[in-house]
């Protein structure tokens, strides 16, 4: 007896976390390496040697409409497959550089690909592709970033202290472009109806019909997308209740950069901090997979109000944990896996309140309004704590902005699916 074929969305899979994934993990989140060795060799303040993340979130924004009516428009094979190739070779020119303004160039680039692969192209895919099981899908492409920074951060480190960071620089990125580009061109396909299928989820019988025809019962393969217009979105206030969701996910998620600090010049002491971000990172592995599969069996928003509980009572348990590393650890584990919904959630919540007819132009407003929120959040959380001279303002504003996201995630579905159910 033959075993069951494997749907080709599962193929589909691979290809994200190659275009998704990879430059996210190998590339992106492995960022903080490179900082301190290039404040020594060129004497340049943290300041300079960082704004380029400001910029290329800014220009994320910018640039995530435009993306979201690309992919829209284009075969996403080629563009992403273009994307990872320009962002491997942007990455890999930075071991030229050697004055600040050229570190803006490449996160002016940077943000460029960022406003198609960071958070648009993702759940565009896997929504194309995906009938059931598409918030699963989300979460494991998604949780393959932490996976891919655990990896490769420390093995940059190897490199720059083996080396220098200019060689940690092209090996990471040449490594980077290979297995982005590759498994992207080689797999990634623009839609089932191109490959004569249906979406995985979608009514079997319907396949098997299609099967049985040739050119006039092909045509049964393809669905009819539904839900808002663009238009119908950008007039509705649904959408920019998501957007002010979705960015206060990503506002929530920056508080990670700073549990360090938080115990370097507290009571814990910098050894616990240097634990922090990885149990973080553990928890959202963890919580991206989970809450995926939790918001294809009850919806996204209950898995967007329990995540918005987690991470709401993990910074609050961080907030009195005082001197007690364990409980500091169990809170910023919570913390992790309330962080996950940054990348599951919000597109969720997209898919399932405006449909999947429109959904990457619609959602490029999203992406934009979460860049311009995290950008926002590393210059509010740094004031917070110049002003206050304490992490205890910050907590309590991420505490009071996860507890808004759990109101506000019911609405934003209900409001949304008006327009066109």
Not at 130 to 153: D, E, P, W, Y
Request: proline share 4%; hydrophobic share 55%; charged share 10%.
């Amino acid at each position: 007896m033959a075993g069951r074929k494997v749907h080709y969305a599962w193929v589909i899979l691979v290809a994200c976390i190659a275009f998704y994934a990879v430059p996210v993990g190998v590339i992106g989140n492995c960022q903080g390496v490179y900082v301190q060795p290039i404040m020594d060799e060129f004497g340049w303040s943290r300041t300079q040697t960082t704004l380029y993340l400001i910029v290329q979130q800014l220009v994320a924004a910018a640039t995530a409409p435009f993306a979201g009516k690309v992919l829209a428009r284009l075969n996403p094979r080629w563009v992403l497959t273009a994307t990872s190739v320009v962002f491997g070779a942007n990455a890999m020119a930075c071991a030229l550089y050697t004055q600040p303004w050229q570190w803006v160039v490449y996160g002016a680039v940077y943000g460029v690909c960022a406003g198609f692969i960071l958070f648009l192209a993702l759940p565009t895919i896997v929504n194309i592709w995906f009938r059931k099981r598409n918030g699963l899908a989300i979460g494991v492409a998604s949780a393959f970033i932490g996976v891919f920074a655990a990896v490769c951060s420390p093995i940059t480190q190897v490199i720059i202290d083996a080396s220098s960071w200019q060689t940690a620089r092209v090996v990471m990125s040449v490594a980077c472009m290979l297995l982005s580009a590759l498994p992207t061109a080689l797999l990634l396909r623009r839609s089932p109806e191109s490959m004569g299928v249906l979406p995985y989820g979608a009514n079997p019988e319907r396949a098997e019909r299609a099967k049985e025809g040739s050119q006039g019962a092909k045509a049964s393969v393809m669905l009819v997308e539904q839900g808002a217009t663009a238009s119908q979105a950008r007039r509705s206030p649904a959408l920019y209740l998501l957007i002010l969701v979705a960015g206060g996910f990503g506002f929530c998620a920056t508080l990670v950069q700073h549990l360090s600090a938080y115990c370097s010049t507290g009571e814990l002491g910098a050894m616990v901090g240097a634990y922090a971000v990885s149990i973080a990172m553990v928890g959202s592995i963890v919580g991206k997979p989970g809450f995926g599969w939790l918001a294809d069996k009850v919806g996204a928003v209950r898995a967007g109000i329990t995540s918005s509980v987690f991470g709401a009572a993990g910074v609050a348990i961080i907030l009195v944990s005082g001197a007690n590393a364990a409980l500091f650890f169990l809170g910023t584990a919570l913390f992790g896996l309330g962080y996950s919904a940054l990348s599951i959630v919000s597109p969720l919540l997209g898919s399932q309140g405006f449909g999947s007819a429109h959904f990457s132009e619609i959602y490029s407003w999203v992406s934009s309004g979460i860049s311009l929120l995290s950008a926002l959040a590393g210059f509010a959380l740094s004031f917070l704590y110049d002003v206050t001279g304490s992490f205890t303002a910050d907590f309590v504003l991420v505490i009071a902005i996860y507890v808004l996201c759990a109101i506000l995630c019911p609405v934003v579905v209900r409001s949304a699916r008006r327009l066109w159910v």
